[in-house]
């Protein structure tokens, strides 16, 4: 009885589990998928996708010269001695942005507004004065970033240099 | 007999789970490894780099035929670039190794400006020799210490990544690598000095002052007032303003929002300079409607604007045209001069030809009264000069800014070579070919590259 009891038990533990480890793997899968289309579709111009792919990852919910902000940092970095001299090299720079690290810049094809916002970027645009770092004053951030020469904050972001 | 087959069923289970765990395991390990060898590449690339700029340092200041040395230069250029890369691909985390990269770009971009200077048929300096020999000091110091980390990666003493994935050990130890490095950065900060020199990495670059900002301080009212004096209004809507906040950048600023009536969000943004409160840019976010209007009469419409808010004298110099807005860039133009770096943008809205954009940093940054050089070079001089294949379609004369913001007065030669088409920028001066721009027309705009 008691043997019984114990093994049903280990069945209850183990069956959502192994049904779990079976499904991450699809999820993987699944969402390699979804990646290849997006790309298939928009592969015409990769500095214009990846630039709204990151103001997708970094600043969904900012008013929209924030989102601009956001994408000409990346461009101002990408003119700066201090940091790798194309967009793509700015952008996967290894842990320079969390939506990078964490693959939120996979997780959503870009909206409207931020193609629109990585164009106004692209056409020369900088709401924020040739700054070189943003961040969210709401959030934890690396006491060092506040030693940066702050130039304006829109929306959530701060900006600076 | 059914106790056996509770068992049987235990057994299974038990074993697939393991299976899992070691099928995920064993995939996180190679993920770990491929992610530890793209490291690993990084790294030693990056120390050939750093030897090799070394040596090729040291052949510049050595060789006495001008071939050679532009041949040096650029592969110097070339290396720091590459050492660029390299380092920017090193998994360094938050640490701060922007020193690092700067001297990389400045190296390379100081020993371009060498070789553009020999090609030129100019003399090196002194000057410029010590300041080769210094970068040699400090790549040559930066080369040993690179070696030293070596020796202890060749040991297996470090590792890049310290196993964050492996199954029940999710702590990350600290990176022994990257705190090296930050520390060889650090050093560098504080012995490499700023220099400066003919290129876009130079250190006075970044450090433009504004020169088209003239006037006294003005306060928070009359912000908002100008803002909403300026803003392209044809529906006479009523806004209320407010101060958003301040920008602190090259020109300190009023940022001010402009809000309908009754909306919860503001509809335009913009930034007043603090003294003399010029608007340095605006935008209108109201949505777009289809197209109405044709692109000659918003190019109208964005000009009168501009007179209308005291810039007159502009010539539309170029247009692009995207998701039912026109952006069209303005330069003013002096003696029949154009002036490219005080250019504004204009941004027109095609359904009823609004003014939903307005970008004039470049006019701030750069407008002021100029004294041009004399112009030594004649008309029919720059038509021997250009390339016989080009067929001249109009010579004009313009200032043009250089990549280290030094600006340049040249004839602006608009040719074609066979259907494509491309703007060559001869110096009024001296004669010296200065930029080939290439013209992409497309259906959205001219474009140049």
């Known amino acids: 009885m008691r043997a019984r009891r114990s093994i049903s038990i280990l069945l209850v533990v183990l069956i959502p589990l192994s049904i779990f480890l079976f499904c991450s793997r699809n999820i993987a899968r699944r969402t390699l998928q979804a990646r290849t289309e997006d790309y298939a579709v928009s592969s015409w111009n990769g500095d214009y996708m990846l630039l709204a792919r990151l103001v997708s990852g970094e600043a969904r919910g900012e008013p929209f010269p924030g989102q601009v902000g956001v994408a000409a940092v990346i461009l101002n970095r990408a003119k700066h001695p201090k940091f790798p001299p194309t967009v793509a090299g700015v952008i996967f720079q290894p842990g320079a942005f969390e939506s990078v690290s964490n693959g939120q810049i996979w997780a959503s094809y870009p909206s409207r507004s931020n193609f629109n916002a990585a164009r106004e970027a692209l056409n020369g645009w900088d709401p924020t004065y040739g700054s070189l770092y943003f961040w969210n004053p709401y959030k934890w951030v690396s006491p060092w970033v506040w030693t940066r020469r702050v130039m304006t904050q829109i929306g959530r972001h701060v900006f600076g240099k | 007999m059914k106790r056996a087959y509770f068992w049987i069923i235990g057994i299974l289970l038990a074993g697939g789970i393991i299976f899992g765990f070691w099928s995920i395991s064993k995939r996180a390990y190679s993920a770990e490894n491929a992610l530890e060898a793209s490291y690993q590449r990084g790294f030693f690339e990056l120390i050939d780099q750093v030897n090799n700029l070394n040596l090729l340092i040291s052949k510049s200041l050595v060789t006495s035929s001008d071939a050679q040395r532009i041949m040096t230069f650029t592969t110097i250029w070339h290396q720091a670039e590459g050492a660029r890369t390299s380092l920017s691909q090193l998994p360094l985390g938050q640490r701060d190794m922007t020193n690092s990269q700067k001297f990389f770009a400045q190296l390379g971009d100081f020993s371009y400006s060498l070789s553009k200077k020999i090609v030129n048929g100019e003399e090196v300096t002194t000057d410029e020799w010590k300041k080769m020999e210094n970068f040699k000091k400090y790549s040559q110091d930066l080369s040993r210490k690179l070696r030293e ?222 004294s041009l050089p004399h112009i030594k070079i004649s008309k029919s001089e720059v038509v021997n000069k250009i390339n016989k294949n080009l067929k001249i379609n109009r010579i004009r004369l313009a200032l043009i800014p250089d990549s280290a913001m030094k600006e340049k007065l040249c004839y602006e030669v608009d040719g074609n070579l066979k259907d494509e088409r491309y703007l060559v920028y001869i110096n009024a001066e001296n004669g010296l070919e200065e930029q080939i721009l290439k013209i992409v027309e497309t259906e959205k705009g001219t474009m140049t590259m």
């Open chain 2, 149 to 370: 980390l070596q020796n202890d990666v060749a040991a297996g003493r470090i590792k890049w990544e310290n196993r964050a994935y492996a199954a029940g050990k999710m702590s990350k130890l600290p990176q022994a690598m990257a705190d090296k490095f930050a520390v060889i950065d650090q050093k560098l900060k504080e012995e490499a000095p700023t220099i400066t020199y003919d290129g876009p990495f130079s250190d006075h670059v970044e450090n433009v002052k504004p020169m088209g900002v003239t006037g006294s301080a003005i306060t928070e009212s009359k912000a908002k007032e100008i803002a909403a004096d300026f803003v392209d209004n044809p529906d006479k809507y009523r806004y209320d303003t407010g101060i958003a906040g301040r920008a602190r950048g090259n020109i300190p600023a009023y940022s001010v929002e402009l809000t309908r009536k009754g909306a919860s969000a503001p509809e335009v943004m913009m930034d007043v300079s603090e003294k003399g409160g010029n608007v340095i840019w605006y935008l209108n976010t109201r949505a777009i409607g289809p197209q109405k209007i044709d692109l000659k009469a918003s190019v109208d419409r964005a000009r009168a604007f501009l007179s209308s808010r005291g810039f007159a004298g502009m010539e539309a110099t170029g247009s692009l045209t995207q998701d039912g807005t026109i952006t069209i860039t303005f330069v003013p133009i002096l003696n029949d001069i154009l002036l490219y770096p005080d250019f504004i943008k204009v941004e027109v809205a095609l359904d009823n030809g609004q003014i939903v954009g307005f970008d004039g940093a470049g006019y701030l940054t750069f407008h002021r009264t100029r």
